[in-house]
């Protein structure tokens, strides 16, 4: 059984209990990251951090632990599970009032919840021949670069893919592109990598600085700007990536062909490079 972290303490899974007044159960209100592990050594784990400080001071919940105790909790909870590699899953709520009460409670403690998954790449099948997706509004709230728990529009939004049979929801808002339901998306134009900017209309994701910066170091062509909603959808291809399903290729946009309506090549250069750049850099601990 998996150990994890609650309130200080390490314990079973089947043990951790949190009150029914939490603030994450009543308002979802609190702070989440996801940190994957390779080879038990998170990647970017300073990274993640720094975006859990931003999700933090952008909802004005105290950051409880300082980089170096985070470090610690998660080194520990990963050196406690099996499997070298993990998806360690932490989250911080602004913990259990005595009562109902939208406003912040004057001093309660806040829970803290680490948790590790095993880490599962997508199958192999969904990047040799591509996924498919739908899109909707992006209807969610103007701070999408928290990394909130309140994600009740992107678990809507993602069941629409999958009520559909399609692995992800490409969100457009005011004719623009930003993201997906769980994932930064990509477009592919004449050879040119298109990325929608980091703004508060998108999570800033680390596999997002990744795929960005490998682009550079292999001299693919990007421009970082706004990505109109024709762009994307007269797209030679599309990817959607996250630090679970890495980098896949979308074939099929609301049942109609991306470019050749096959993964491509550009897609088939990125993953290879990822791939390198996992074998290398992320299993060192680099
Ligand atoms: N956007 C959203 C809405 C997400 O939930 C995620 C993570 N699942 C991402 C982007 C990708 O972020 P990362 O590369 O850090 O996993």
Known sequence: MS???LDGRFMPIAEAKVSAMDRGFLYGDGAYEVIPVYSRRPFRLAEHLARLRHTLEGIRLANPHDDAEWVRLIGEIVARNEGDDQSVYLQ??????TKRNHAFPARVAPTVYILSEPLVTPPPAQREQGIATISAPDVRWLRCDLKAISLLANCLLRQQAVDAGCVET???RDGFMTEG????IFAVRDGVLLAPPKNNLMLPGITYDVVLELAAAHGLPVEVRPVAEAEARGADELWMTSSTKEVLPIVLLDGRPVGDGRPGP???RMYAWYQDFKRT?????E
């Open 3 to 5: 150990t994890v972290y």
């Open 92 to 97: 911080i709520t602004r913990g259990a009032d």
């Open 170 to 172: 490409i969100l457009f």
């Open 181 to 184: 339901a769980a994932s930064n």
């Open 266 to 268: 550009v897609f088939a």
């Open 281 to 285: 850099v992320m299993r060192a601990g």
